[in-house]
Nanobody
């Protein structure tokens, strides 16, 4: 199975920006769905953004502030987060799904201070 490694998390003030990168250990194909989920202890893990083929989907709470994109040459997906809010705080997980496997990264912490 593919290995997914996230990077780019950290501490940022409200209104700031962060870019999260997820890098796979092998080529990621267009038909494979990749995305970002986030989770805070005591809450359900929620979808933030998903990309498959040439389409993307973002949750309503972030769609005007975040952008998800693929870099096929680097086997990676990038989540560009702008105008961050305290409610964006959580552990962000990279996710890959195909007809055989479902894989999660280990997560990267994003903390947005008010």
């Amino acid at each position: 199975q593919v290995q997914l490694v996230e990077s780019g998390g950290g501490l940022v003030q409200a209104g700031g920006s962060l870019n999260l990168t997820c890098t796979g250990s092998r080529t990621i194909f267009e038909r494979e769905t990749m995305g970002w989920y986030r989770q805070t202890p005591g809450k359900q893990r929620e979808m933030v953004a998903i990309t498959e083929n040439d389409s993307t989907q973002l949750s309503d709470s972030v769609k005007d502030r975040f952008i998800i994109s693929r870099d096929h040459d680097k086997n990676s997906v990038v989540l560009r987060m702008n105008s961050l809010k305290p409610e964006d705080t959580g552990v962000y997980y990279c996710w890959l799904k195909n007809v055989i496997d479902e894989t999660w990264g280990q997560g990267t912490q994003v903390t947005v201070s008010s």
